[in-house]
Structure formats: structure tokens, C-alpha cells
């Protein structure tokens, strides 16, 4: 009999596309289906992803070779080429398919341009040196040009049924289940289970349910309350590991609610950020005060810190000259630590005069309807950012606004712009380091959002699965799933469908 992974969760896939999807839950399927030249290993160093052998690169850093492996083959079973990633990064680039990951390949506004030396040779010329270079194309699916050339990429029919060269290979989507198989000619052999499914449920009580009664094996990011009643079930084991994401309440900074900054500190002031780690996480994370974690790489110890004070969020309010204000946060529909988050920054906020009403949206029309136009006030979502801190330029600098880049926030500051500029071409690591710390200050002071905390990442996982430890980002969670076994079978499941 087959053996077969269950992920039960409340977010759904989106369109297919690995050229224009934004969300992580699609992102997770996508990089089953599709390989990458560059990876991030458990630890996120950049390392040579599935379909790479190894790269080289010149000593003045403007040219970089890539050697693919000559055995990688695309699921129709013809071979991944060279000529395949020019035709990805190149779709990438084109401004008519209005990919979000374009920035990333723009040096001072400059093109980075790819080619194909030879069937298994891509070489990249950039126009300037490039920090962020190899943070671009990690975990960057590559595309069949003979599947995706000669129609548009937006609303192509292999959203639908995709051609990858993973580990794993599309089957169907059928309602609220989406299934893949093992792709048995991978060229890095075959994955020990034969079969994996996304479910959607309705909420993580479901899924949990779910989980305990046999019909799933994984279910991802259980609130402190769903992992308590996990705890000591028989055949389930709950699986911790960090989480380098931040969880944030965003402004709208081009809305007239929010274009006073003394406004967005007065609510930052309001917000008792500690007991939101109590009681929405249980005490499984910490306060955030900056987009990295405490202790990494990029961590800026000396940001502005916003304490809870609703005595000074009082007086900033009165100094900005605002009566009465009312605003409405949107958050993610289904996700209980977003939405029990929202509901207590309203509480927070009513305590120093201001009304604000929470609305949950699902993700993709959160995302479709309010991120990309920014037609919202304010927002309760997390960001999992890059190990390079290259998406600081997409979520902060002036020219990303959506749907262009990440900005989600309209944020606009000219000091920001010209850090990160230099931030991009800057190789010596600690100069680049003083830079990010500054826009890390700048950007906290200006308070386009408020960090609101680093949760510890709690899933829940049936003894029947065996897979490696978990990588340190959770956003990374199903990275070697293609190693991953199961003695369970899924005769139970069919009655669920």
C-alpha cells in the first residue's frame, strides 16, 4: 500500500505560478514541485541547490558561472537546461509580467543579465558588485522554457497542472486537497513516500481533530491552546523549532489616519507587547523589537524601543491634534495567533481612547484585495525574512511600494532609500552591516509598523512520520520532505474527501 503524508492546514494554495506567487503556503508546494539552483541549508547558508553541480565566481564579483547537473530532468522527462533559467530569470525581469521578485534582480536599476554559455552552463553578468546576488535566487524555481514560452505567464494553464523537475510531481487538485506524487525517475532518486496532501480545513480545531484522530500527519503552527491538547496524545508527537519571522502591526503610512508619525507611536506606545507573547503564545516567543531575531547576523541591538506606556501614546495622540480615531485592522482568516493578536491590540488601543473594529480576511484575498492596492488602514501578518537582509529594499524602500515590491506600507523616506542603495553593493560584510543598522534604526523610529514578536514555531507531527531534524527557519519546514518516510496508510483518509 502507498504510503501517504497528510498536511491538514488553514491556508490555501493559490495559483501555481513560481514566477508570480507572494504567499508562503503556495511557495511550500511550489518548491516540491520545482528545483533551484541555490538553496539556504538548515543553518541558511547559501549552498548549490538540486539542479547545480557548483558556481564560480570572478574576483571583481560581476561574473558568476553556474554548472547545472547534466542528469536533472523535468517531469515530461526532458532535460533542465540553462536555456530554462535564462528563460526564468528573464520572465523575471520582463515588467509586463509583473513579478514581484524583479527588484531583486536590478543593480542600481540595471538589469542583471543571464545566458547560456552551453546546454549546462548559465552565466551571469552584473553590472555592479552585488551583495544580495546569491539571496536572489535562493529558493528561485526554475521554469520549463518549452512548457511556459509563447503564451503570458499570468493565468498560464500549468498554474493548474504543473511540469517541475522536484522531488515531487503534481497529480490533482480535487476540492480541498491538493496531491502530489513521488516523482520516481528524480534524478537524486526517489522520495521514500509515494504520496503527499495539502487538505485545507476550515480551522486549525479541525485539523487537529484531524490529527488525532489518524486522518493527517502533520499539521503546521499550533496556537499554545491546540498544542496543550496535543500534548501526551497517544501517537503524536509535538515537533518546536525557531522562527526568524516577526508577526507585526502594520500602517497604512499613505492613509490620513496614519500619515502622522506621531500617530503610528502613539498606538506603538499603546500596545503592551508582553502580554501578547503571554497570552496569545503562551510564552512561546519573545518581544520583537526589530525585523531579525535577537542574537543573528543582522540583529541591531539598539533600536528604538517602544514600551508600553498609555499615559505618553495619550499625550502623542493630543499633540498630533486627533480626537477621535477609529480604525479597522485586517488580518488572516483561519490563523488564531493573528487573529487573537488583532483582537488584543484592540483591546490595548480602546484602553487610550481608540476604537478599532478586527476584520479576517483568507489569505489570498487579504492579499489580492488589500496588500496589493493597499486598501486597508491596518494590518495584523507576519513576515519570515531572507537570512540576507536584502528584503529590507523590497519591504522598505520607496520604489517597492505594491504591486511593484513588498511595501506594503507606503512607507517613503529618503534617508531609508539612499541606506539601502548602498546596502545593495556593498561586499565588505561589516561596512554593510553599519548600514542595515541604521536603516534598522531610522525605520523602527519612523514606525511604518510595529514589531510585535518572534514566536516559537510549535507543529504536530504523527509517530508514523520519520524526517530530519527541522531546519532553524520554520518557513523552511518541509526543505528535505523528499527524505522524509511514513509507515501510515491513508485507507481512512478517502472517507474525508
Known amino acids: 500500500m502507498d504510503s501517504t503524508v497528510v498536511i491538514a492546514r488553514t491556508q490555501d494554495v493559490g495559483a501555481l505560478n513560481p514566477i508570480l506567487y507572494r504567499d508562503l503556503a503556495t511557495g511550500e ?5 520545482y528545483d533551484h539552483l541555490v538553496l539556504t541549508d538548515g543553518a541558511g547558508r547559501h549552498v548549490p541547490g538540486r539542479l547545480l553541480r557548483r558556481w564560480h565566481q570572478s574576483p571583481d564579483g560581476l561574473t558568476w558561472d553556474f554548472e547545472l547537473l547534466t542528469r536533472a530532468r523535468w517531469h515530461d522527462g526532458r532535460p533542465v537546461t540553462a536555456q530554462d533559467a535564462v528563460f526564468t530569470f528573464e520572465s523575471i525581469l520582463d515588467p509586463a509580467v509583473g513579478s514581484a521578485r524583479r527588484p531583486e534582480f536590478l543593480v542600481r536599476g540595471e538589469e542583471i543579465r543571464f545566458t547560456a554559455v552551453g546546454e549546462r552552463h548559465l552565466r551571469a553578468v552584473l553590472p555592479a558588485p ?17 512548457v511556459f514560452a509563447g503564451a503570458p505567464l499570468r493565468d498560464h494553464p500549468a498554474d493548474a497542472a504543473p511540469v517541475g523537475s522536484g522531488a515531487f510531481r503534481f497529480a490533482r487538485r480535487d476540492g480541498a486537497e491538493l496531491v502530489l506524487r513521488a516523482h520516481d525517475d528524480y534524478h537524486l532518486g526517489r522520495p521514500p513516500i509515494d504520496e503527499v496532501v495539502w487538505r485545507l480545513v476550515s480551522d486549525q480545531d479541525g485539523a487537529v481533530e484531524q490529527i488525532l484522530r489518524g486522518q493527517a500527519d502533520f499539521v503546521p503552527g499550533l496556537p499554545p491552546r491546540l498544542a496543550e491538547r496535543v500534548r501526551g496524545a497517544d501517537a503524536v508527537r509535538l515537533v518546536r523549532s525557531l522562527d526568524a519571522s ?3 502591526l502594520g500602517f497604512n503610512t499613505g492613509h490620513p489616519k496614519f500619515a502622522d508619525r506621531r500617530v503610528r507611536r502613539a498606538l506603538c506606545h499603546a500596545v503592551d507587547r508582553t502580554a501578547l507573547v503571554e497570552r496569545v503564545l503562551g510564552g512561546e516567543g519573545q518581544v520583537a523589537h526589530s525585523p531579525f531575531a535577537p542574537g543573528g547576523a543582522w540583529s541591531c541591538e539598539d533600536v528604538p524601543r517602544f514600551e508600553h506606556d498609555p499615559p505618553l501614546a495619550r499625550t502623542l495622540l493630543r499633540e498630533a491634534g486627533i480626537g477621535d480615531l477609529a480604525f479597522t485592522i485586517t488580518t488572516v482568516d483561519g490563523d488564531e495567533v493573528k487573529r487573537r493578536t488583532a483582537e ?13 473594529r478586527v476584520e479576517a480576511l483568507p489569505m489570498a484575498e487579504l492579499l489580492r484585495t488589500r496588500v496589493r492596492t493597499r486598501e486597508y488602514e491596518a494590518l495584523v501578518m507576519a513576515l519570515v525574512p531572507h537570512p540576507d537582509p536584502v528584503f529590507l529594499h523590497a519591504f522598505y524602500h520607496s520604489s517597492m511600494l505594491t504591486p511593484v515590491g513588498w511595501n506594503r506600507l507606503a512607507y517613503r523616506d529618503g534617508e531609508v532609500d539612499r541606506l539601502l542603495d548602498a546596502s545593495q553593493t556593498e561586499l565588505d560584510v561589516a561596512a554593510r552591516k553599519v548600514l542595515v543598522d541604521r536603516v534598522q534604526r531610522k525605520v523602527v523610529a519612523d514606525a511604518p509598523q510595529l514589531f510585535l514578536f518572534h514566536p516559537v514555531v ?5 509517530d508514523t512520520v520519520e524526517m530530519p531534524a527541522l531546519p532553524d527557519t520554520a518557513a523552511n519546514r518541509f526543505m528535505y520532505m523528499h527524505q522524509w518516510r511514513s509507515a501510515g496508510s491513508r485507507a481512512d483518509m478517502r472517507q474525508l474527501r
Open 29 to 33: 508546494v511550489l518548491n516540491r514541485i
Open 130 to 146: 552585488y551583495a544580495p546576488f546569491l539571496a536572489a535566487l535562493a529558493w528561485r524555481p526554475i521554469i520549463p522554457r518549452h
Open 246 to 248: 516577526f508577526t507585526y
Open 344 to 356: 488584543l491590540v484592540a483591546e490595548h488601543c480602546a484602553a487610550v481612547g481608540v476604537d478599532v
Open 458 to 462: 510549535v507543529d504536530a507531527v504523527r
